[in-house]
């Protein structure tokens, strides 16, 4: 058993938090890259530090590997060290858009090891529905420390898998890909994003909004247990693959997989960015 928060946390519990938790504001816009900084030097929760999903949580663009590789583990952790992470903290992360970008930190420190992690249900906008206080500016996070990033830094290879595994797939059916864009996107229909429109042949379509309930909570665990049984089949979790865009809304689905109880699913990180920027690889279209 845990001790911690490992999947949400409500706002009230967070308004309870002990002053050595780390909290972490992932808010960020696609169309808009600078949009998630402003928003929080404009008000943040109190003690919060901002990380940048482009800076911060991705490693290099290269054109090819999709829009948000896996960063260095190194580098992340001594970033979030550098933040007051250490082994054993309870870090929080919350973002505006229902966990879509909070989901992403949440899974990159379980992949390095670090459980003791959990999204703020509702996120900013609950905590500013509940009438929690927020303060303004930037928190400067400690500079030049000397840490020593193993003691954070344990990545799990087993949790994700590259591209080439997808394109064996293709044949062998071993694995389902879930793919988290919304259905229009899926179908190949209003592509904004990305350059080609349409999904990898064999995916099938769990936008991660549906995670949530109208109320934009996340639905409880016997609800997400219920609709993602009907979406195995029968299936063993770890033959999950999970994917979107860029591999960022594909760890909604994995958390919620997680609060289902069910364990063991994978990221493709590179995602329908990193598939589509070959054009020899094979594209689906329509639901």
Not at 126 to 148: K, M
Not at 225 to 234: H, K, R, T, V, Y
Request: charged share 20%.
């Amino acid at each position: 058993m845990i001790d911690g928060y490992n999947t949400i946390i409500s706002s009230a519990a967070l308004s309870a938090a002990p002053p050595h938790w780390v909290i972490i504001d992932c808010r960020h816009n696609l169309a808009d890259p600078l949009a998630g900084q402003r928003a929080y030097e404009a008000g943040h929760i109190p003690g919060a530090f901002f990380l940048h999903l482009d800076y911060d949580l991705a490693g290099p663009n290269t054109g090819k590997n999709g829009r948000h590789p896996l960063p260095n583990p190194d580098e992340l952790a001594r970033k979030l060290m550098n933040l007051g992470v250490g082994p054993e903290t309870q870090v929080v992360a919350y973002d505006d858009a229902g966990g879509a970008y909070a989901a992403r930190l949440w899974w990159l420190l379980r992949w390095m090891g670090h459980e003791t992690v959990a999204v703020l249900d509702g996120g900013f906008s609950q905590w500013l529905a509940d009438h929690y206080s927020v303060e303004t500016g930037q928190r400067q996070p400690a500079s030049n420390n000397i840490v020593d990033v193993s003691t954070l830094s344990h990545p799990d290879q087993d949790v994700w898998f590259p591209i080439e595994v997808v394109e064996s797939n293709l044949q062998s059916q071993t694995f389902l890909l879930v793919d988290a864009r919304s259905p229009d996107r899926f179908r190949g229909e209003n592509e904004t994003i990305d350059p080609v429109g349409g999904h990898i042949p064999g995916a099938i379509n769990r936008f991660f909004r549906q995670n949530l309930s109208e109320e934009g909570l996340f639905k409880s665990a016997d609800q997400l247990s219920i609709e993602w049984a009907e979406i195995l089949a029968g299936r063993s979790p770890e033959t999950i693959i999970c994917q979107c865009g860029s591999g960022v809304t594909a760890c909604h689905n994995l958390l919620a997989l997680e609060m289902a109880g069910f364990h063991g699913a994978k990221l493709y990180p590179g995602s329908w960015s990193e598939w589509c920027a070959e054009p020899a690889r094979p594209i689906a279209v329509g639901a």
